[in-house]
Protein backbone atom coordinates (compact mmCIF):
# COMPACT_ATOMS: atom_id res chain seq x y z
CA UNK A 1 0.00 0.00 0.00
CA UNK A 2 1.31 3.23 -0.68
CA UNK A 3 1.11 6.33 1.57
CA UNK A 4 0.75 9.70 0.12
CA UNK A 5 0.35 12.80 2.51
CA UNK A 6 -0.59 16.02 1.74
CA UNK A 7 -0.09 18.78 4.06
CA UNK A 8 0.68 22.65 4.03
CA UNK A 9 1.97 25.48 6.54
CA UNK A 10 -1.93 27.03 6.06
CA UNK A 11 -5.43 26.68 5.30
CA UNK A 12 -6.74 27.05 2.05
CA UNK A 13 -3.83 26.17 -0.11
CA UNK A 14 -6.11 23.08 -1.68
CA UNK A 15 -5.16 20.29 0.97
CA UNK A 16 -8.91 18.78 0.51
CA UNK A 17 -9.45 20.03 -2.85
CA UNK A 18 -6.70 17.80 -4.16
CA UNK A 19 -6.87 14.86 -1.38
CA UNK A 20 -10.52 14.31 -2.35
CA UNK A 21 -9.54 14.18 -6.57
CA UNK A 22 -6.93 12.34 -6.24
CA UNK A 23 -8.84 9.53 -4.53
CA UNK A 24 -11.63 9.43 -6.89
CA UNK A 25 -9.78 8.89 -9.53
CA UNK A 26 -7.42 6.43 -7.84
CA UNK A 27 -10.22 4.39 -6.93
CA UNK A 28 -11.72 4.79 -10.19
CA UNK A 29 -8.79 3.07 -11.70
CA UNK A 30 -9.33 0.52 -9.50
CA UNK A 31 -6.65 0.73 -6.42
CA UNK A 32 -8.98 0.37 -3.34
CA UNK A 33 -8.22 3.79 -1.39
CA UNK A 34 -8.82 5.12 1.98
CA UNK A 35 -8.92 8.88 2.69
CA UNK A 36 -8.41 10.58 5.86
CA UNK A 37 -9.91 13.29 7.10
CA UNK A 38 -7.10 14.39 9.91
CA UNK A 39 -7.94 18.54 9.68
CA UNK A 40 -10.78 18.28 12.32
CA UNK A 41 -11.32 22.04 12.37
CA UNK A 42 -12.19 21.96 8.96
CA UNK A 43 -13.03 18.69 7.80
CA UNK A 44 -14.10 19.75 4.05
CA UNK A 45 -13.12 16.04 3.11
CA UNK A 46 -15.47 14.62 6.32
CA UNK A 47 -18.55 17.09 4.77
CA UNK A 48 -17.78 16.11 1.16
CA UNK A 49 -18.25 12.36 2.19
CA UNK A 50 -21.48 13.13 3.80
CA UNK A 51 -23.14 14.28 0.84
CA UNK A 52 -21.47 12.20 -1.34
CA UNK A 53 -24.30 8.47 -2.37
CA UNK A 54 -21.12 6.79 -3.82
CA UNK A 55 -19.56 4.89 -0.70
CA UNK A 56 -15.67 4.72 -2.48
CA UNK A 57 -13.17 5.45 -1.82
CA UNK A 58 -13.70 5.19 1.93
CA UNK A 59 -13.62 8.24 4.19
CA UNK A 60 -12.63 8.26 7.18
CA UNK A 61 -11.63 11.04 10.33
CA UNK A 62 -9.01 10.43 12.83
CA UNK A 63 -6.85 11.91 15.06
CA UNK A 64 -2.91 12.32 14.10
CA UNK A 65 -2.17 10.00 17.37
CA UNK A 66 -4.08 7.15 15.46
CA UNK A 67 -2.30 7.34 12.14
CA UNK A 68 0.42 4.02 12.86
CA UNK A 69 -2.44 2.28 13.97
CA UNK A 70 -4.65 3.00 10.89
CA UNK A 71 -1.88 2.68 8.59
CA UNK A 72 -1.53 -0.67 9.66
CA UNK A 73 -5.46 -1.91 9.59
CA UNK A 74 -5.72 -0.28 5.76
CA UNK A 75 -2.73 -2.69 4.65
CA UNK A 76 -4.53 -5.64 6.68
CA UNK A 77 -7.80 -5.02 5.04
CA UNK A 78 -5.78 -5.24 1.49
CA UNK A 79 -6.21 -1.13 0.61
CA UNK A 80 -3.91 0.12 -1.98
CA UNK A 81 -3.49 3.10 -1.51
CA UNK A 82 -3.92 5.89 1.80
CA UNK A 83 -4.21 9.59 1.70
CA UNK A 84 -4.37 11.87 4.33
CA UNK A 85 -5.49 15.45 4.03
CA UNK A 86 -3.57 16.40 7.00
CA UNK A 87 -4.41 20.16 9.19
CA UNK A 88 -3.26 23.43 8.37
CA UNK A 89 0.18 23.44 9.57
CA UNK A 90 4.04 22.40 9.53
CA UNK A 91 5.05 20.85 12.72
CA UNK A 92 6.04 17.69 15.03
CA UNK A 93 2.81 15.95 13.59
CA UNK A 94 4.11 16.56 10.13
CA UNK A 95 7.16 15.04 10.73
CA UNK A 96 5.22 11.79 12.61
CA UNK A 97 2.83 11.59 9.40
CA UNK A 98 5.54 12.09 6.68
CA UNK A 99 7.79 9.69 8.04
CA UNK A 100 4.84 7.22 7.41
CA UNK A 101 4.57 8.39 4.31
CA UNK A 102 5.81 7.19 1.02
CA UNK A 103 5.48 10.50 -0.21
CA UNK A 104 4.00 13.82 0.79
CA UNK A 105 2.50 16.88 -1.07
CA UNK A 106 2.69 20.27 -0.38
CA UNK A 107 -0.14 22.33 -2.32
CA UNK A 108 0.76 26.28 -2.61
CA UNK A 109 -0.57 28.40 -4.63
CA UNK A 110 2.28 30.44 -6.87
CA UNK A 111 1.36 34.02 -4.94
CA UNK A 112 3.46 36.09 -3.28
CA UNK A 113 2.33 35.73 0.17
CA UNK A 114 2.02 32.21 -0.02
CA UNK A 115 5.36 31.26 -1.49
CA UNK A 116 6.99 33.74 1.41
CA UNK A 117 5.81 32.18 3.68
CA UNK A 118 6.29 28.20 2.06
CA UNK A 119 10.09 27.91 3.64
CA UNK A 120 8.48 27.88 7.10
CA UNK A 121 8.70 24.37 8.65
CA UNK A 122 9.36 22.89 5.26
CA UNK A 123 11.79 21.10 7.36
CA UNK A 124 9.54 19.05 9.19
CA UNK A 125 8.51 17.29 6.13
CA UNK A 126 10.46 14.41 5.44
CA UNK A 127 11.90 13.12 2.20
CA UNK A 128 10.55 12.74 0.06
CA UNK A 129 8.21 15.84 -1.38
CA UNK A 130 7.14 17.83 -3.72
CA UNK A 131 5.71 21.32 -3.68
CA UNK A 132 2.86 21.22 -6.28
CA UNK A 133 1.81 24.67 -7.70
CA UNK A 134 -2.00 24.59 -7.22
CA UNK A 135 -4.88 27.53 -8.50
CA UNK A 136 -2.20 28.70 -10.94
CA UNK A 137 -3.90 31.13 -13.19
CA UNK A 138 -5.33 29.89 -16.44
CA UNK A 139 -3.48 30.31 -19.43
CA UNK A 140 -5.93 31.15 -22.63
CA UNK A 141 -3.76 29.02 -24.62
CA UNK A 142 -2.66 25.97 -22.64
CA UNK A 143 0.66 26.58 -21.79
CA UNK A 144 1.83 27.17 -18.27
CA UNK A 145 1.27 30.73 -17.38
CA UNK A 146 4.29 33.18 -17.44
CA UNK A 147 3.82 33.84 -13.05
CA UNK A 148 3.56 30.08 -12.16
CA UNK A 149 6.74 29.53 -14.49
CA UNK A 150 8.64 32.39 -12.90
CA UNK A 151 7.64 30.87 -8.87
CA UNK A 152 8.72 27.18 -10.77
CA UNK A 153 11.70 28.07 -11.69
CA UNK A 154 12.53 30.05 -8.16
CA UNK A 155 11.68 26.95 -6.21
CA UNK A 156 14.12 25.05 -8.85
CA UNK A 157 16.77 27.44 -7.88
CA UNK A 158 16.14 27.27 -4.45
CA UNK A 159 16.33 23.53 -3.90
CA UNK A 160 12.87 23.08 -2.97
CA UNK A 161 11.45 19.87 -4.83
CA UNK A 162 8.43 21.04 -6.94
CA UNK A 163 6.02 18.74 -9.54
CA UNK A 164 6.43 19.69 -13.03
CA UNK A 165 2.66 19.28 -13.02
CA UNK A 166 1.20 22.09 -12.04
CA UNK A 167 -2.80 22.46 -11.43
CA UNK A 168 -5.19 25.59 -12.90
CA UNK A 169 -8.02 27.56 -10.42
CA UNK A 170 -10.88 26.15 -12.33
CA UNK A 171 -14.15 26.28 -11.54
CA UNK A 172 -14.59 22.47 -11.74
CA UNK A 173 -12.62 21.51 -8.64
CA UNK A 174 -14.99 23.66 -6.37
CA UNK A 175 -18.48 22.65 -8.40
CA UNK A 176 -17.88 18.97 -8.07
CA UNK A 177 -17.06 19.08 -4.64
CA UNK A 178 -20.54 20.61 -3.92
CA UNK A 179 -22.62 17.45 -5.80
CA UNK A 180 -20.10 14.81 -3.70
CA UNK A 181 -18.04 14.10 -7.03
CA UNK A 182 -14.47 14.24 -7.41
CA UNK A 183 -14.18 16.15 -10.67
CA UNK A 184 -13.33 12.98 -12.80
CA UNK A 185 -16.72 12.15 -12.61
CA UNK A 186 -18.27 15.16 -12.76
CA UNK A 187 -16.80 16.38 -15.95
CA UNK A 188 -14.81 13.16 -17.04
CA UNK A 189 -13.22 15.19 -20.23
CA UNK A 190 -12.24 18.58 -18.85
CA UNK A 191 -9.04 20.47 -18.14
CA UNK A 192 -9.50 20.06 -14.27
CA UNK A 193 -10.06 16.29 -14.80
CA UNK A 194 -7.44 16.31 -16.98
CA UNK A 195 -4.45 17.49 -14.70
CA UNK A 196 -5.87 15.26 -11.90
CA UNK A 197 -5.11 12.15 -13.77
CA UNK A 198 -1.86 13.59 -14.84
CA UNK A 199 -1.15 14.73 -11.41
CA UNK A 200 -1.69 10.93 -10.00
CA UNK A 201 0.32 9.34 -12.96
CA UNK A 202 3.27 11.52 -12.07
CA UNK A 203 2.74 10.84 -8.29
CA UNK A 204 2.86 7.21 -8.83
CA UNK A 205 5.75 7.35 -11.22
CA UNK A 206 7.99 9.22 -7.48
CA UNK A 207 5.90 7.58 -4.82
N1 LIG B 1 -7.38 24.43 -8.31
C1 LIG B 1 -8.41 25.04 -7.74
N2 LIG B 1 -9.31 25.72 -8.51
C2 LIG B 1 -10.36 26.36 -7.94
N3 LIG B 1 -10.62 26.37 -6.62
C3 LIG B 1 -9.76 25.72 -5.81
C4 LIG B 1 -8.62 25.02 -6.31
N4 LIG B 1 -7.96 24.47 -5.25
C5 LIG B 1 -8.66 24.81 -4.15
N5 LIG B 1 -9.73 25.56 -4.47
C6 LIG B 1 -10.71 26.16 -3.54
O1 LIG B 1 -9.97 26.88 -2.53
C7 LIG B 1 -10.61 26.72 -1.27
C8 LIG B 1 -9.62 26.11 -0.28
O2 LIG B 1 -9.32 24.78 -0.70
P1 LIG B 1 -9.16 23.59 0.36
O3 LIG B 1 -8.92 22.36 -0.43
O4 LIG B 1 -10.31 23.56 1.30
O5 LIG B 1 -7.84 24.04 1.11
P2 LIG B 1 -7.16 23.43 2.42
O6 LIG B 1 -7.66 22.03 2.60
O7 LIG B 1 -5.70 23.48 2.13
O8 LIG B 1 -7.53 24.33 3.55
C9 LIG B 1 -11.85 25.87 -1.51
O9 LIG B 1 -12.95 26.72 -1.69
C10 LIG B 1 -11.51 25.13 -2.79
O10 LIG B 1 -12.67 24.74 -3.49
MG1 LIG C 1 -8.66 21.19 4.23
Known amino acids: ?6 VSHKGGTGKSTLSIHLSVQAQS ?12 NSS ?45 YLNDDTDLITKLADFSVLPTSPRFADICTLPRGIDKIHQPYSVILNSCTPDPVNKTSFKTEQV ?15 ITRLEAFTESLNYGKGVTEFQSNSKASKQIKTLLDWLYTVA
Open 29 to 40: EGRDTLLVDLDN
Open 44 to 88: TVAEWASIRTDKQPLVVTAQVSDITELQQQATDEGFELLILDCPP
Open 152 to 166: FQILNDSNIPVSPVH
Open 1 to 6: MKTLAV
